[in-house]
C-alpha cells in the first residue's frame, strides 16, 4: 500500500522559506510521476511543480522562479523548496504521485495530473 506523508509546513514572513518534504514508502514503480498540489482557503486544488523517474520538473507559472522541486531516491523523499514566500501561497500543500511518466504532464503549463496517491497535507501560512 502506497503512503506519501508530508511535513515541513509551518508559519512564515512573507519574503522567508520553508522546504516541505515527502516520505514515500510501498512505492516500488521504477517509472513514476509526482508532483505538489496546493488548495488555499475557498479556491480549488492547483498544481504547483511536478517530477518524473527522469528528473523532468514542471512548475506553475505563480511559482516559477521561487520553488524547486527536487528528489532523493536513496531515501524515498520528495521536496520542495519554496523561497521568496508570499501571502498568496497560503494554503494546504498535497504531496501526490502515480505510476508511469509518459503521461505525467498536461495542460499549459504542463502540471502532473490524474494522481493515484495523495498525502495528507501540511499547511504553510505566510504572514504579510
Known amino acids: 500500500q502506497a503512503q506519501l506523508v508530508e511535513s515541513g509546513g509551518g508559519s512564515v514572513q512573507a519574503g522567508g522559506s520553508l522546504r516541505l518534504s515527502c516520505a514515500a514508502s510501498?512505492?516500488?514503480?521504477?517509472?513514476?510521476?509526482m508532483g505538489w498540489f496546493r488548495q488555499a482557503p475557498g479556491k480549488e486544488r492547483e498544481g504547483v511543480a511536478g517530477?518524473?523517474?527522469?528528473?523532468?520538473?514542471t512548475y506553475a507559472d505563480s511559482v516559477k522562479g521561487r520553488f524547486t522541486i527536487s528528489q532523493d531516491n536513496a531515501k524515498n523523499t520528495l521536496y520542495l523548496h519554496m523561497n521568496k514566500l508570499k501571502p498568496e501561497d497560503t494554503a494546504m500543500y498535497y504531496c501526490?504521485?502515480?505510476?508511469?511518466?509518459?503521461?505525467?504532464?498536461?495542460?499549459?503549463?504542463?502540471?502532473?495530473?490524474?494522481?493515484?496517491?495523495w498525502g495528507k497535507g501540511t499547511l504553510v501560512t505566510i504572514s504579510s
Open positions: 501526490a504521485a502515480k505510476r508511469g511518466r509518459y503521461d505525467c504532464y498536461a495542460g499549459s503549463p504542463s502540471l502532473p495530473y490524474g494522481m493515484d496517491h
Open positions: 517530477i518524473d523517474s527522469v528528473g523532468r520538473t
Open positions: 510501498g512505492y516500488t514503480s521504477s517509472s513514476y510521476c
